[in-house]
């Protein structure tokens, strides 16, 4: 059974860090595409940033460049999203997931973890 479980959110001030992971079982990671998506309270699924299969490439949403950095350890199947500089409007629920190919949409995201919640306080 294939799972991704996200950890590492909770409180934090504006200004602040939270580093996100995302461990997976039941697949190898190292053969998948991997995002991270959030989405707020009345609004829709947003894209935040992808990684390539090897870390070779990453790619950012707008809203969070220079902000946020994703990485992975292959062999820890585990990827990361380091946010800093928190904003109040990143508060949302984060979500990683698993695809094949490179893409921004979700629904090109063949597995998604249950998310983890990330509330910025002024």
């Known amino acids: 059974q294939v799972q991704l479980v996200e950890s590492g959110g909770g409180l934090v001030q504006a200004g602040g860090s939270l580093r996100l992971s995302c461990a997976a079982s039941g697949l190898t990671l190292s053969t998948y595409v991997m995002g991270w998506f959030r989405q707020a309270p009345g609004k829709e699924r947003e894209f935040l940033t992808l990684?390539?299969?090897?870390?070779?490439?990453?790619f950012y949403a707008d809203s969070v460049k220079g902000r946020f950095t994703i990485s992975r350890d292959n062999a820890k199947n585990t990827v990361y999203l380091q946010m800093n500089g928190l904003k109040l409007e990143d508060t949302a629920v984060y979500y990683c997931?698993?695809?094949?190919?490179?893409?921004?949409?979700?629904?090109?995201?063949?597995?998604w973890g249950q998310g983890t919640q990330v509330t910025v306080s002024s």
């Open positions: 990684i390539s299969v090897f870390g070779g490439s990453t």
């Open positions: 997931a698993a695809g094949r190919d490179v893409n921004t949409y979700g629904a090109a995201y063949d597995y």
